[in-house]
């Protein structure tokens, strides 16, 4: 008999302790001003309206944009939206990548707030008909144990219009090129 007493109190125990646990879910903008890219918002409540975070309405949703910040080039990020990963430069479209380009980068509320240590080698070469070629390669680290390094190459287009007509909400589409095609560039024109 004192079982059957027990069962309920205990099934109503269960249910407060996974209801406690359960953290809001939000949607983060991801061009958010520089001012608000190392807050915790779920700890830092005030600071949700400026920076445009709202809770998600409905749990149906879940195409909601994890991002993680580049240190180099300033602004920059990765970008993951359900199964869809892309990079993100400043004044540019974003660029799809595959899975097999980046791996072992994490997606995460507490990751959201840490900038991903890489690297960018940037290069300005001109060839023999005097074209300027503006390439750079990105290094970026994995979260993994032991780390692994994802190389992405990249030549930047030369801007369409004249001072005049170009805007900075005109993007431009970086071109995705093999490093390989990278390294020979610079090896061929490089003095």
């Known amino acids: ?11 109503i125990f269960l249910l407060a ?4 646990n359960k953290r809001e879910v ?9 001012i608000c ?19 998600v ?13 580049l240190i180099n080039p300033g602004q920059a990020s990765l970008v993951k939206t359900g199964n869809r990963l892309e990079i993100r430069f400043p004044n540019t479209f974003p660029v799809q990548l595959d899975s097999t380009q980046i791996e072992g980068i994490t997606f995460s509320d507490s990751k959201r707030l840490s900038k991903i240590e890489n690297t960018m080698d940037y290069n300005e070469l001109y060839n023999d008909k005097r074209e300027r070629f ?17 190389h992405l190459c990249f ?21 995705k090129i093999p490093c390989e095609m990278l390294d020979e560039l610079v090896a061929k024109y490089s003095k």
Do not use: W
């Open 1 to 11: 008999m004192k079982k059957v007493f027990l069962l309920p109190f205990f099934c």
């Open 17 to 20: 302790c996974a209801s406690s």
């Open 26 to 34: 939000l949607h983060i903008p991801v061009d958010m001003p520089d």
């Open 37 to 55: 890219q190392n807050i915790d918002f779920n700890i830092d409540r005030s600071m949700r309206d400026p920076c445009g975070v709202r809770p």
């Open 57 to 69: 309405r409905y749990q149906a949703y879940r195409n909601v944009p994890m991002q993680r910040h």
């Open 134 to 150: 503006k390439i750079f390669k990105l290094t970026i680290p994995s979260d993994s144990k032991p780390p692994v390094d994802n």
């Open 155 to 175: 030549r930047v287009p030369e801007l369409r219009g004249s001072d005049r007509t170009r805007s900075a909400a005109m993007g431009a589409q970086m071109e």
